[in-house]
């Protein structure tokens, strides 16, 4: 069974950090490219980074770009989002996901096929 379990999310201040985790399990992973999405009260969920697991490929939206550092350890088969200097427009809840679909489609949400429950961001200013 496919779990993908977020960690790391609560309440800073703006201009704080904070890193998110995402523990993956029940199947190899490393075929896949796991993302990172937000989801702000009655907004869209939106894509907020990518990893390839198994090569270098990274890809940020311009939102978090340079504030924002995707990565993943292959031995706790877990992957991150450091997030800093953040801004009252980051709150949201963050989710993480997987898909097989390979890089070219990093942004299409609907080709992600496990997600994780989520983590709740709240940046206060």
């Known amino acids: 069974q496919v779990q993908l379990v977020e960690s790391g999310g609560g309440l800073v201040q703006a201009g704080g950090s904070l890193r998110l985790s995402c523990a993956a399990s029940g199947r190899t992973f490393s075929n896949y490219v796991m993302g990172w999405f937000r989801q702000a009260p009655g907004k869209e969920r939106e894509f907020v980074a990518a990893?390839?697991?198994?090569?270098?490929?990274?890809d940020y939206a311009d939102s978090v770009k340079g504030r924002c550092t995707i990565s993943r350890d292959n031995v706790k088969n877990t992957f991150y989002l450091q997030m800093n200097s953040l801004k009252p427009e980051d709150t949201a809840t963050y989710y993480c996901?997987?898909?097989?679909?390979?890089?070219?489609?990093?942004?299409?949400?609907?080709?992600?096929?496990?997600w994780g429950q989520g983590t709740q961001v709240t940046v206060s200013s």
């Open positions: 996901a997987a898909t097989s679909r390979g890089w070219s489609w990093r942004l299409v949400i609907r080709y992600y096929s496990y």
């Open positions: 990893l390839n697991w198994s090569g270098s490929g990274t």
